[in-house]
């Protein structure tokens, strides 16, 4: 990118970048080439030496001259498309703040129907004239009229693992289309904290299934959490870990705060890796999930939940 678009950027958007360029001493340790220990070792002598952290990491013998090279490429490719999504952030298209990584994820079947058992104790839809006590701390900017597009997202949403973890598929992925078109996956360690990104009634949720993952055949077998906000829309976080509704204490008609601990990430259903798969969808029956809209990720969510205590 070059350095004037660079610094061009919103200041909330550099700031993000900043937090979300992937450094190589993490592309290491996440690629188990080396450990955090070694990592904090090297990088003492870095800062004593000034020399280039690989080169140390070579000269201890921790890794090969192939290994840094195809490190860097790794390394490049992950801030150059980090950098590609938050300058398109500012221009209006759905906003992820994380870099994809080449590690696939699966979600949720993107064709098959999730049926749901609707529950006779869940409230009814929330609208602009069935408001609850507790104030959302993000900005209302969800108006009944509103057409989601890419180009005009909703917004007034956190970033459900309060920045943790990457990309691993965007929007329109190998697995996110027709009704998951505009989803997420965000990969990370199984039992990371997750985090209701919006203020909303807790209309569904399923834990069940373990977290071992699965092909296809495990589509409709994953832990998930489903909760309405203002006019209808809803938000979905699947393949949550086994057990986490006892950790939080979580059932459905229960009100949440935006920030509010709701789940742990798993690995649960259909997947090929430990990650989240968050989704806003349109309004549409309780029975079954609906069509996906854009959305765009305002930041993190402690800060959110620490604005609205």
């Known amino acids: 990118m070059p350095f004037s678009l660079y610094h ?109 058992k609707p529950k006779s104790n869940v409230g009814g839809t929330l609208n602009s004239t069935s408001q609850v006590s507790q104030p959302d701390p993000l900005p209302l900017t969800i108006a009944a009229s509103h057409t989601p597009t890419v180009a005009t997202p909703l917004k007034g949403f956190c970033h459900p693992l309060n920045g943790r973890g990457y990309l691993s598929q965007g929007i329109r992925g190998k697995t996110h ?42 589509a409709s077998r994953f832990n998930y959490v489903w909760i309405e906000h203002e006019h209808g829309y809803r938000s979905a976080y699947a393949h949550l870990q086994q057990g986490f509704r006892q950790r939080v204490q979580l059932k459905a008609g229960d009100w949440v705060k935006a920030g509010q601990l709701i789940g742990y990430s798993g690995n649960s259903g259909w997947s090929s890796g430990p990650h989240l798969h968050v989704e806003v969808q349109s309004q549409g029956s309780r029975a079954r999930f609906s069509q996906t809209v854009p959305f765009q990720i305002s930041g993190s969510c402690s800060t959110l939940a620490r604005k609205a205590s």
């Open 8 to 116: 061009s950027l919103p200041s909330i958007t550099y700031h993000l970048l900043q937090m979300y360029l992937v450094r190589i001493g993490k592309v290491l340790t996440q690629k188990g080439l080396i450990s955090d220990f070694q990592l904090q070792q090297a990088l003492q002598i870095q800062k004593q030496t000034g020399q280039k952290l690989g080169e140390i990491l070579i000269q201890q013998g921790h890794i090969s001259q192939l290994q840094l090279k195809q490190v860097l490429v790794e390394q490049r490719c992950r801030n150059f498309l980090a950098c590609s999504l938050l300058t398109l952030s500012t221009l209006g298209p759905t906003f992820s703040i994380t870099p994809p990584q080449s590690a696939s994820s699966q979600s949720p079947e993107n064709q098959k129907v999730l049926r749901l």
């Open 177 to 218: 289309q027709n009704r998951m078109e505009y989803a997420y996956d965000i990969a990370s360690s199984i039992g990371t904290p997750v985090y209701a990104m919006r203020a909303g009634r807790v209309i569904r949720l399923q834990d069940k299934y373990p977290d071992t993952g699965g092909t296809r055949a495990n």
